[in-house]
């Protein structure tokens, strides 16, 4: 049956999310259809002797992906049809390492991908918050995930969902101590994630908790003309500054609205050239945001969704380099990415006593028709300083 949601400016009828209806006389394995694996993979360079534990997920709806075990239940490859949705880095997925949780090293270790989750501490860049020395992005990516529940849909008994439970620990002698436990939930027949975390700190002192969903589209997904869906209030322009300027720069509403249009290749993101938007995305009647990229040539997008209580704001970071990197994020998250001294929302310290547990949800889906477009596109609007 066809789910519904109401957009601020109306209700529509979303016609994307059908589950599937076998003829249970024609098949005896439920995997024919879809569901989830397990296994490992070798990491590029290693000639087979180092690998990596994934998952891999079927929806029997054109959407597959791959969860890296290893890297904290993250998204990496992920493909719609014979259409890749996910920029991958041209690090292929490595095992986590120590190494990557100091400066800027976790580019080497980053694979890219649909997903990656940035904290349970601190995220962003390199900076000191109250005497600790953060690292790019936090450690969250380089912890293993332990599998906690793995269940697969048999539509012989009536179940057509598929869930893989895992549990996450980002700890130290002393603390922080933090856990964090996934669920990502898929249905036989649509073509969409959902994503579950609950972060808990199981420390005996009050610690700094920031948590961001770093989603990263690519080619062909991501191409020339192809369209973001967004609106709010863009509180930080970013750019790669001149020397001696900060990296938050104004920018006029007309060339913020600009972004959202996909442009070819830009000679000036050569090397570590980027731009990108900090929005207060604006929410629907739900209470939930609604943004995505729509590609009209291809045909195809993808709509992300998270509530506003938990999520409050979104980055669009873009790097169209014209050898290879081409992508772009939509990052939703809680806290800051620029750090407390230059960070001013009220959000930009963020705190989780003893025992405390976050919540956030993400879901991600796949729209393929133009009744899709038009409901994802009665959630965009203007972004304004």
């Not at 770093?214 to 020397?243: M, T």
Request: proline share 7%; charged share 25%; with cysteine.
């Amino acid at each position: 049956m066809a789910a519904r949601w109401r957009c601020r400016r109306g209700e529509v009828n979303h016609d994307e999310n059908q589950t599937m209806k076998p003829d249970l006389a024609k098949f005896e394995n439920a995997l024919q259809l879809g569901g989830i694996r397990t296994g490992t993979l070798d990491s590029p360079g290693a000639g087979g002797g180092c690998a990596t534990r994934v998952a891999f997920f079927d929806t029997g709806a054109g959407l597959r992906f791959t969860v890296a075990l290893d890297r904290g239940g993250d998204i990496v490859d992920a493909s719609f049809n014979q259409f890749a949705l996910a920029w991958l880095s041209p690090n292929g997925l490595l095992p986590p390492s120590p190494a990557y949780h100091t400066g800027i090293e976790w580019l080497r270790g980053w694979a890219g991908g649909l997903v990656t989750t940035c904290g349970p501490e601190y995220m962003g860049g390199p900076r000191e918050e109250d005497g600790v020395r953060t690292s790019l992005h936090g450690r969250y990516s380089g912890q293993p995930a332990r599998i906690e529940t793995l269940r697969n849909p048999d539509p012989h008994f009536g179940r057509h969902e598929m869930e893989l439970g895992l549990v996450i620990r980002d700890s130290r002698f002393f603390g922080p101590v933090f856990e964090i436990r996934r669920t990502i939930r898929c249905t036989l027949g649509v073509p969409e994630i959902h994503i579950e975390d609950a972060v808990t700190n199981r420390g005996d002192m009050r610690a700094a908790h920031h948590w961001l969903y770093h989603c990263n589209l690519g080619w062909p997904l991501l191409d020339q003309g192809a369209r973001f869906v967004y609106r709010g209030k863009s509180e930080y322009w970013i750019v790669p500054p001149p020397p001696g300027q900060d990296i938050v720069q104004p920018l006029s509403a007309a060339a913020m609205n600009k972004l959202k249009r996909v442009p070819a290749s830009l000679p000036e993101h050569a090397g570590m050239g980027e731009r990108g938007l900090i929005v207060d995305t604006a929410a629907e009647r739900d209470g939930w945001c609604r943004v995505g990229l729509i590609n009209d040539k291809l045909k195809l997008g993808l709509e992300i969704s998270y509530p506003k209580k938990a999520l409050p704001r979104m980055a669009n970071w873009q790097h169209y380099g014209p050898r290879g990197s081409y992508v772009s994020g939509l990052e939703p998250f809680s806290g800051s990415l620029l750090g407390s001294a230059r960070d001013k929302h009220k959000l930009a310290k963020q705190f989780v006593e003893p025992g405390e547990t976050r919540n956030y949800q993400l879901k991600l889906r796949v729209l393929a028709s133009a009744g899709g477009f038009a409901a994802l596109g009665k959630c965009d609007g203007p972004v304004h300083p």
